[in-house]
């Protein structure tokens, strides 16, 4: 049976510690070697073959029996119920989630009720999460207030109380000029904008791809152009004021293409993709099943094989889980009704290692957009195998077959596409700050 630790476990005294007889991946460093990792006061000390077979005295030895060792997965986008909806998931339960699937660190989006664009809601999310939480939880800033997308948060307030970057949720700013003084302001404070590009009025109430497809299955479709449309207005406003910013799910190449021309002209520009959008297509909406409801929508297979080609050649910057919870009151309805969203964090390694086995994505190059890029884009030290750094890190087998049952994932909500799924890949431990949350 899995063991979790507690909240409070991680406010124990630290244990020394030394992992040995691993496979090292450190991304940052481009580490691919036999080794280990010493932690102490909850930071790596050393790391490297050396530690293959040695282990200090005075040490508690963990052998990792030639498993995989890499830095813990850093989630740029996580939806939560906490606070407001509670019933369809808690800091504590994401939290269980996540060590579950090797993500150290995740960073929740502020679609709450309220909603997180006021300093006091930050401070909640940062004391319920130290006092919940069994990995690292950092809160986004809502760009708008209620993200309704017309009259500006106080970013430089939010940063300070610990925001770690702003973003409108589920909601594109529509409007214009806001969204070009929202950039203007977040350069002020070097703060990153994450947008979740889609042009509202052009994407409707569609429920999936727009195409052949979507017309045989009777169901309404959303055109990718909804997503590049917005995409390159949002470019020419980062033009215009030198803002940083992040795309945060890309869907389709054409997406793709328009950010490579942007960083090409000397923007400050970067992308990621959700998980669904790299191992899913449209084809899986097939049996009307509501769990495939996602946004932006599954695309066609073509878009996907072309989203996993950038993302080998690096033009995708990370790869996030979107973990998306909603109760059976949102999900059992008709497919055109249900909500969007899927649960994704206790599956998002799992997933991604579909890329390696099935596409021959290299390991380096998908851990990097799941550690050391995004930790990098958001000014985290966590995301790599280095002396100094903390001592967030996972180990697993990247061969190890299991069937996703939604009955046993630790999320409150089970709406997971790959739901009975066969997958080849799993965690076997998951370590926080030197402590270990999950094994």
Same mark, same amino acid.
């Given at each position: 049976?899995?063991?979790?630790?507690?909240?409070?476990? &991680?406010?124990?005294? =630290?244990?020394? /510690?030394? &992992?040995?007889?691993?496979?090292?991946?450190?991304?940052?460093?481009?580490?691919?070697?036999?080794?280990?990792?010493?932690?102490?006061?909850? &930071?790596? /000390?050393?790391?490297?073959?050396?530690?293959?077979?040695?282990?200090?005295?005075?040490?508690?030895?963990i052998d990792c029996q030639g498993h995989i060792l890499a830095p813990g997965l850093v989630d740029m986008q996580v939806f939560t119920g906490e606070p407001g909806s509670e019933h369809r998931e808690t800091l504590r339960t994401a939290s269980r989630a996540a060590a579950a699937g090797g993500v150290t660190t995740m960073i929740v989006m502020p679609d709450t009720q309220p909603v997180i664009d006021e300093v006091a809601l930050?401070?909640?999310? *940062?004391?319920?999460?130290?006092?919940?939480?069994?990995? =690292?939880?950092?809160?986004?800033?809502?760009m708008t207030m209620g993200l309704e997308g017309s009259e500006l948060t106080e970013i430089g307030l939010l940063q300070r109380a610990g925001a770690i970057a702003f973003s409108n949720g589920k909601q594109s700013v529509m409007n214009a000029r806001v969204m070009h003084q929202v950039l203007q302001y977040s350069r002020d404070f070097d703060a990153l904008v994450t947008h979740f590009a889609e042009d509202q009025n052009l994407a409707g109430k569609g429920s999936m791809n727009a195409g052949e497809l979507a017309t045989r299955l009777g169901l309404s479709g959303v055109n990718k152009v909804a997503e590049t449309i917005m995409l390159d207005r949002d470019l020419r406003l980062v033009e215009l004021t030198g803002a940083r910013y992040h795309a945060a799910t890309l869907s389709?190449?054409?997406?793709?293409?328009?950010?490579?021309?942007?960083?090409?002209?000397? *923007?400050?520009?970067?992308?990621?993709?959700?998980?669904?959008?790299? /191992?899913?297509?449209?084809n899986d909406v097939v049996p009307y099943r509501t769990f495939f409801k996602v946004r932006p929508p599954l695309r066609t297979e073509a878009d996907r094989a072309a989203m /996993?080609?950038? &993302?080998?050649?690096?033009?995708?910057?990370?790869?996030?889980?979107s973990h998306d919870p909603q109760d059976v009151d949102t999900k059992r309805r008709p497919f055109d009704e249900a909500a969007d969203g899927a649960a994704g964090l206790e599956t998002l390694l799992a997933a991604a290692l579909r890329l390696h086995h099935n596409d021959g994505v290299d390991l380096k190059t998908l851990l990097r957009a799941m550690t050391s890029r995004p930790a990098e884009l958001l000014g985290l030290e966590c995301g790599r195998l280095i002396p100094g750094a903390p001592a967030d890190l996972i180990v697993f087998d990247p061969n190890a077959p299991w069937v996703v049952n939604r009955d046993e994932l630790s999320s409150r909500s089970k709406n997971s596409p790959f739901d009975e799924s066969k997958m080849q890949g799993r965690v076997l431990r998951t370590v926080v700050a030197g402590h270990t949350v999950y094994s």
């Open positions: 049976m899995p063991q979790f630790a507690k909240p409070g476990d &991680l406010n124990a005294p =630290h244990e020394p /510690t030394v &992992l040995i007889n691993a496979r090292v991946i450190d991304p940052a460093s481009g580490r691919d070697e036999p080794g280990g990792v010493l932690i102490k006061d909850g &930071l790596i /000390t050393d790391v490297g073959a050396k530690l293959r077979r040695n282990a200090p005295e005075g040490y508690k030895v930050v401070d909640f999310i *940062l004391r319920r999460a130290r006092d919940n939480a069994i990995v =690292h939880i950092h809160p986004m800033g809502a389709c190449p054409e997406s793709v293409a328009a950010i490579r021309q942007a960083r090409g002209n000397g *923007l400050k520009v970067t992308c990621g993709v959700s998980i669904n959008h790299l /191992t899913l297509n449209e /996993t080609r950038a &993302l080998e050649a690096g033009d995708i910057d990370v790869i996030v889980s």
